[in-house]
């Protein structure tokens, strides 16, 4: 088993930036890709960003492109989401999530098997 546990999110003005982080503990050995998926009140999981197990490679959606850097430290089995430019629509709970079978870099929440609580990021305008 793997356990997630995320930490950084809290309240930012538009324009702000912030880093969360995202640690995880366990069977870390087995861990490949790992991401960061945001949720909004009402509104379905969104992609936010995925790297692989080597950090060498990075995926994200247009959306968020330019403005979030996602980053993999495995000697501290920890990922990082730094969020720059921060606007409104960018208010979620962003959740870190893990994979231990070797896909391809995946947007699709179903291609990670373990997750973490969640962090709240809320951007005031």
């Known amino acids: 088993q793997v356990q997630l546990v995320e930490s950084g999110g809290g309240l930012v003005q538009a324009g702000g930036s912030l880093r969360l982080s995202c640690a995880a503990s366990?069977?870390?050995?087995?861990?490949?890709?790992m991401g960061w998926f945001r949720q909004a009140p009402g509104k379905e999981r969104e992609f936010v960003a995925t790297v692989s197990k080597s950090g060498g490679d990075t995926l994200y959606p247009d959306s968020v492109k330019g403005r979030f850097t996602i980053s993999r430290d495995n000697a501290k089995n920890t990922i990082y989401l730094q969020m720059n430019s921060l606007n409104p629509e960018d208010t979620a709970v962003y959740s870190c999530?893990?994979?231990?079978?070797?896909?391809?870099?995946?947007?699709?929440?179903?291609?990670?098997?373990?997750w973490g609580q969640g962090t709240q990021v809320t951007v005031s305008s």
């Open positions: 366990g069977r870390t050995f087995s861990i490949y890709a």
């Open positions: 999530a893990a994979s231990d079978v070797p896909y391809a870099l995946s947007r699709r929440p179903g291609s990670y098997n373990y």
